[in-house]
C-alpha cells in the first residue's frame, strides 16, 4: 500500500478552514461587485492576515484570497500596489531566516514554505523575474530549503532566462520512465469519476521537468542536447498514447491535468444528470445586419462548407469533413456540447437581408490552452463585407458580459493577418507566440489586454 491517507480529523480541519476562508473573502467579493474597491482591500488585506497568521482561530488557506486579489489587482491600481507591498515584507521575512509561514496543512507536513508563499503573490502579479531573483539569494543563504523548493521556483527561473541558476537544479525525467510505464499498465489515463487520477498526474509531472530541463539545456546553447532528450524521453514511454498527450503538453503546458479535469466532469454529468440544471442556450444576439443564435442539428447542411471549403479551413489547421453525416457529427460534439458544458459556444451567422446562415462567431473554451477563445468563419461570397468585425464587436459586449467572460484570447495563422487585425478592432492585442504545432508553424495569441 502507498500514498498518504489523511484522517478524519484532517478532512474537518480542511473543511472549516475552507469555509472559514469562504466567508472573510466574501466581504471581498461584494465589496469589489459593488464598486466599493476601498473596502475590498480592506478585506482582503485583513484577510491575508489570517493567511500568515500562526494562531489555528485565525489561519486561512492562501488560495481563495489570492484568487480575489488577483481580480481586485485588474480592476484597481492600489489593490497591485498593496500586493507588491504584502509581497516584499514577505521576501523580507523569508531572507531572515522565516522559511515557513502558517499553519501545517495537515497532521502529515509542517508549515508550509513562505517560498511558495511569495511564488503564488509573484504569480498573482506575473512577476517571474522577482521569483527567480529571490530563489538565488534564497540558494545562497538557506541552500536545503533551496532545494526542497526548488520545483516550484524552476518554471519561473526559465521564464525569467536565468539558465545557469536552473542548471543547478535540472530535473532528471528519465528517471521516471520505468514507474509510467508500469503504471500505465494498471491505471488508465483518464479513470472513471471518484477514481484518482494517478497516472495523469504522474505523466504531467514528467511532461513539465521534459519541457524544464530541455527549455534550460537550449537556453545554455546545448540544442541539440536539448532535442535528444526530448526525443528519448518520448520513445520510452509504452504506448502512443502517453507520447501523445507529452508531446501535447510540452507545446501546450497544463493540457494533461486540464483534459483530466475536462473528463471527469463530463463523466460525472453522464453519471448523474441529476447534480446538475441544464444550462440554457446561448441568448440571441442582433446587430444592424445580423442574427448571432444558438446552432441547432438541422444547421448541419449549412455548416458543412465552413468546415470544409478548403479556402475556409485553409489557416485553421482543421481536416475538411466530408459528408453531411459528419457535420452533423460535429455539431454534435462541437458547439451543440459546448452549449451543455459550459452555457456558450459558436453561435450561427444569419444574415438578415437573406436569411441565409453565412458563418459562425462565438466563445470557445479551448482545453489545449485552459483559455475562452473567440472565432468566426464566413462564407467566401460575404468576405470583405467587414461581419467578422459586426459580430465579434457585439459578442464582446453582449455574449461576455452574459457569460462572465473576463479573459478572451484569439488565435492567428501567421499567414492570415487580417484575422489579427480583427482581433484588434474588437479590442484584444498580441500576446506572443504558440509554440510550434505538428507542422512547424507558430500561431500569434491575441488577448484581452490586462487580464491574465
Not at 153 to 160: G, H, K, N, R, T
Not at 164 to 169: N, Q, S, W
Not at 303 to 318: A, Q
Not at 355 to 363: D, E, I, P, S, T
Request: proline share 6%.
Amino acid at each position: 500500500m502507498s500514498g498518504i491517507r489523511a484522517g478524519a480529523g484532517d478532512a474537518s480541519t480542511a473543511q472549516e478552514t475552507w469555509s472559514l476562508g469562504e466567508a472573510v473573502v466574501e466581504q471581498a467579493i461584494r465589496a469589489r461587485e459593488e464598486g466599493r474597491y476601498d473596502d475590498a482591500l480592506r478585506h482582503l488585506l485583513a484577510a491575508f492576515a489570517r493567511v500568515v497568521s500562526s494562531d489555528p482561530a485565525r489561519h486561512i488557506g492562501v488560495f481563495l484570497p489570492m484568487l480575489e486579489w488577483r481580480f481586485l489587482a485588474e480592476e484597481y491600481a492600489p489593490a497591485r500596489a498593496a500586493l507588491l507591498e504584502a509581497r516584499d515584507v514577505q521576501v523580507h521575512r523569508l531572507l531572515a531566516g522565516e522559511l515557513t509561514y502558517g499553519q501545517p496543512r495537515s497532521s502529515w507536513f509542517g508549515p508550509p514554505s513562505r517560498f511558495s508563499l511569495i511564488a503564488d503573490m509573484n504569480e498573482t502579479l506575473k512577476d517571474p523575474h522577482s521569483t527567480s531573483a529571490v530563489f538565488a539569494r534564497l540558494d545562497a543563504l538557506f541552500p536545503e530549503q533551496a532545494r526542497r523548493d526548488a520545483f516550484l521556483a524552476l518554471p519561473a527561473v526559465v521564464e525569467a532566462g536565468d539558465f545557469t541558476l536552473g542548471e543547478r537544479y535540472l530535473p532528471d525525467p528519465m528517471g521516471m520512465l520505468a514507474h509510467l510505464n508500469e503504471l500505465a499498465q494498471s491505471s488508465p489515463l483518464f479513470p472513471p469519476p471518484r477514481s484518482a487520477v494517478r497516472l495523469a498526474a504522474e505523466l504531467a509531472n514528467f511532461a513539465k521537468d521534459v519541457r524544464l530541463r530541455a527549455a534550460i539545456l537550449r537556453g545554455l546553447g546545448r540544442g541539440a542536447e536539448a532535442d535528444a532528450l526530448v526525443d528519448a524521453a518520448l520513445a520510452g514511454l509504452a504506448n502512443e498514447e502517453l507520447r501523445d498527450w507529452v508531446r501535447r503538453d510540452l507545446r501546450w503546458p497544463g493540457v494533461i491535468l486540464r483534459a483530466s479535469s475536462e473528463r471527469q466532469i463530463e463523466q460525472d454529468r453522464a453519471a448523474h444528470p441529476e447534480w446538475e440544471a441544464k444550462l440554457p442556450l446561448p441568448k440571441s444576439i442582433e446587430t444592424e445586419r445580423l442574427v448571432l443564435r444558438p446552432f441547432t442539428i438541422d444547421d448541419a447542411e449549412a455548416w458543412l462548407p465552413l468546415i470544409s471549403l478548403p479556402e475556409i479551413i485553409r489557416y485553421t489547421g482543421d481536416t475538411p469533413a466530408g459528408s453531411i453525416e459528419e457535420a452533423r457529427e460535429l455539431l454534435r460534439t462541437r458547439p451543440l456540447q459546448d452549449y451543455e458544458h459550459y452555457g456558450f459556444g459558436r453561435l450561427a451567422v444569419i444574415e438578415k437581408a437573406s436569411g441565409r446562415l453565412v458563418g459562425f462567431c462565438g466563445f470557445k473554451h479551448v482545453v489545449e490552452l485552459g483559455e475562452v477563445d473567440i472565432g468566426y468563419r464566413f462564407l467566401p461570397d460575404c468576405w470583405g463585407k467587414a461581419y467578422a468585425t459586426e459580430s465579434a464587436t457585439a459578442l464582446m459586449r453582449d455574449g461576455r458580459r452574459a457569460h462572465g467572460i473576463r479573459r478572451v484570447v484569439g488565435t492567428v495563422h501567421p499567414d492570415n493577418p487580417a484575422s489579427g487585425r480583427v482581433l484588434e478592432k474588437i479590442g484584444l492585442r498580441f500576446e506572443r507566440l504558440l509554440a510550434p504545432d505538428e507542422d512547424g508553424v507558430c500561431f500569434l495569441l491575441y488577448a484581452t489586454p490586462g487580464v491574465k
